[in-house]
């Protein structure tokens, strides 16, 4: 009797491995994804998709966690929630699709933090708005030639950006004239002109050349004293067309005021045939002064 419990004992243990060894595994229970995401744009839909894929095979720190991702798209990133099995959420941000699956993982494959609810999205600090209207005052001295004379003058503008292009008018009034040699008479000029830029951006001080075509209307006066018989002055006006180049440098102030440095350079096309010397076939000039940009 002895023997025979003993060979039965020995009989079921040896039975005993193989019917362990035989147990089926442990179902794994993939992720699933949340309400909101049959709602998002197709790619950020897709890799939710492919996401909740990877949980379901086996062998991956991520792998049959069970839970829920889900994803909500705005307008220049998305919000990634992960939910784990006992109901602990983690939400963070991502700006393309392809970091859904990374992100994602990372969240299942490490122990989430208690969190009643999920965090605001951080805030970004507001971008400055661009300005849509350019308001601009330059003064400084410009040289006519032929003519040989400095006048002293000022400029005001007022143009619209539309990005790194823009275009507007402005108005020059020179005067305070100086002639280089004696006897001249005295001369001035009111400029009425359209300008179309470029802007060009280095580090904070911006770049902007600028084509200027305008109406020039120059008006030179011989005084009393230089004229015969009982004339009190003697004038004479003429209009004619100009074309011209300008470079600015802008340096930010403060705000929306801008410091402006300016160099131009117009030629008259039909300055050349003109024979007086007191008007001139081109100018070089040279201004400083502020702007203001309004948004």
């Known amino acids: 009797m002895t023997l025979r419990t003993t060979l039965l004992g020995l009989s079921l243990s040896a039975m005993l491995p ?5 147990a089926p ?14 709602a998002q744009p197709e790619a950020w839909r897709r890799a939710v998709e492919e996401l909740v894929e990877a949980t379901g095979a086996p062998g991956q720190p991520w792998s049959c ?7 909500v798209v ?15 959420a983690v939400t963070r941000e991502v700006v393309s699709p392809d970091e859904v699956g990374p992100l994602g993982e990372a969240l299942l494959a490490k122990p989430l933090p208690p969190s009643p609810e999920a965090p605001p999205a951080p805030q970004k600090e507001p971008q400055p708005q661009a300005p849509r209207v350019l308001l601009g005052a330059l003064v400084g001295p410009r040289y006519a030639g032929p ?5 002293g003058g000022a400029t005001l503008s007022a143009a619209v950006p ?7 008018v402005w108005l020059r009034q020179d005067g305070f004239s100086m002639p280089f040699v004696e006897g001249l008479p005295q001369t001035a000029e009111l400029c009425i002109g359209a300008t179309a830029f470029r802007s060009f951006t280095v580090g904070s001080v911006e770049l902007r050349p600028a084509l200027r075509p305008s109406l020039a209307v120059v008006t030179s006066v011989v005084p009393e004293t230089d004229l015969e018989g009982d004339k009190k002055f003697d004038q004479d006006t003429r209009v004619y067309f100009r074309l011209g180049l300008e470079a600015q440098v802008v340096v930010p102030i403060s705000g929306a005021f801008r410091a402006l440095i300016a160099v131009d350079g117009e030629v ?4 050349r045939v003109w024979a007086s010397v007191p008007f001139p076939g081109y100018t070089l000039g040279l201004g400083v002064g502020i702007e203001a940009a309004i948004p």
């Open 18 to 22: 193989t019917a362990a060894s035989a």
């Open 162 to 168: 539309f990005q790194s292009w823009g275009g507007g």
């Open 74 to 88: 705005r307008a220049d990133a998305a919000q990634v929630t992960v939910v784990d099995a006992d109901g602990h």
């Open 147 to 151: 003519a040989h004379r400095i006048w």
């Open 268 to 271: 008259a096309p039909s300055g």
């Open 25 to 38: 595994p442990p179902p794994c229970t993939p992720a699933r994804p949340g309400a909101n995401v049959s």
């Open 65 to 71: 966690v069970g839970g829920e991702v889900d994803l």
